[in-house]
């Protein structure tokens, strides 16, 4: 059983408490992951009542939780566990308040409860409530004082290691869980299961036998109601630096020597400083950039992101972007990685394509390799989460002739229960104090170290083209280019293929969630 814990939420009257937080703790609630003892203290701006406070969340775990609506009688048990305290984030008096009634809650309990702080308020109040916490002496106890960053961490390179001062000023880096919900991910974490349970791949992955690697996120909605934010971020840093850098490093990393959290994140921090450096005058033909016009999906008709509704006119954020990137080590020395992601674009795929080295000769007569294809193994995690293997096979018949088939795990259809959202993993490891899946200070400083001559390339010279692409599509004709010049191309989603190619994948596609 988990030790006692008090979570106390800053800026819990907002969307992230609502959508994300209380549904997993309400979830890990319901399946008995939480302790017997636990509190959740929700901080915000507005003057309400414990019942409006519950209220309110309840409206929320209805909406958003994978297990839909709540039970009367179960929420009523979860809810006698909130509270709610009207405060301002720069209030120091606040603070010493908040000190008495977690003392007081670890007297009632007689135990000293471990303390997550979580930061769901605006990216721009973390360094008041660092400050404030630590004026109040609640950052002292190294192992049961806890606070949790959201994404973004930091605009770039100067601005993160600012951050980084900041937090090590107060908390020990043992303290600090910065949190990437994609690391969440069922299928994410099962990457590192797969690589380094098995032996059956391991002897091939390495640039002998692999071709490249792609990596894609790719997201059918615009912006919705995050213009103001997306506008000042754009989908370099918004997906590109965090997300799909801390898949990469699952793909790229040496096999741990244990399954500590310093010893995994010591291998993801040597693959990010293990990449190429893009110099500045090599941006174009490493980078991509685009941004949305108006077009259609699923016969609806969608806007282009300077109509959006907070977006500038003239914006020129990207709203996809492609890299190129090499690992410059014994393992992936010319190997690319070409990782994309953007807005509004033709389905809402998140996958990796791992795309193996043709055979070195080819055995079959010419017109048994009609239709042959090299392996690939594909890791699923949206819409459906699962690992898929393409290799040749003889197509049936009295001619020779190979033909590609996919053998296919979908954890929905392997193990028969609905996997949990990230968040309720990642939660449940800042009480259990396991740090594995979340950044370090260092990995965040190397993240945005790889993607700083992007931006800065980027930044000094505006696009004339935009918009270069339309809803609906798959991004800037661009982005096609930057393959090309390889000889390669984009590879197309498994789970559209599947749905569209049912000769070649042969196989039946799990209900989405």
Known sequence: MAEPAVFVIFGAGGDLAWRKLIPALYNLFLDKWLPEKFW??????????????????????????????????????????????ASELDDSQSYARLAKELAAKDKEWNVRAN??????????????????????????????SRIVLEKPFGQDLASARELNRTLTNAFDESQ???IDHYLGKETVQNILAFRFANTLFEPVWNRRYIDHVQITVAERVGVENRGRYYDAAGALRDMIQNHLLQILCLIAMEPP??????????????????????????????????????????????????????VAPDSPTETY?????LVDNWRWQGVPFYLRTGKSLQARISEVSIQFRPVPHHTFPASAM?????????????PEEGILLRFEAKYPGPAM???????????????????????ETLLLDVVRGDA???????????????????????????????????????????????????????AMPTFLQCQEDIAVCRVTMAPSS
């Open 401 to 423: 002739r190979l033909s590609p088939v996919i053998m296919q795990f979908y954890y929905r259809e392997a193990f028969r229960i609905v996997p949990p959202e990230a968040y």
């Open 176 to 178: 600090i869980f910065r």
């Open 115 to 144: 303390r997550i702080f979580y930061l769901a308020s605006p990216p721009a109040t973390t360094e008041v409530v660092v400050r404030e916490l630590a004026k109040a002496r609640l950052n002292l106890d190294r192992k049961r």
């Open 257 to 310: 020597v244990s399954f500590n959290a310093d010893e995994v994140r010591n291998k993801k921090v040597d693959v990010l400083r293990a990449i190429r450096p893009i110099l500045p005058e090599q941006v174009q033909h490493y980078a991509v950039r685009g941004q949305y016009g108006a077009g259609w999906i699923e016969g609806q008709h969608i806007p282009g992101y300077r109509a959006e509704p907070n």
């Open 436 to 490: 594995t899946l979340f950044m370090r200070a260092d990995q965040a400083e190397a993240a945005w170290a790889v993607v700083a001559p992007v931006l800065e390339a980027w930044g000094g010279i505006r696009p004339t083209d935009f918009p270069n692409y339309q809803a609906g599509t798959w991004g800037p004709e661009a982005a096609d280019n930057l393959l090309a010049q390889d000889g390669r191309s984009w």
């Open 321 to 325: 972007a492609a890299v190129k990137l």
């Open 370 to 382: 009609l239709d042959w294809r090299p392996n690939r193994l594909i890791i699923a995690i949206q």
């Open 40 to 85: 959740i203290l929700g901080q915000g701006h507005s003057r309400r009542s414990d019942a409006d406070f519950r209220q309110h969340l309840r409206q929320g775990v209805d909406k958003f939780s994978r297990r839909g609506k709540s039970e009367d009688a179960a929420w009523d048990l979860f809810a006698s566990h909130l509270a709610f305290i």
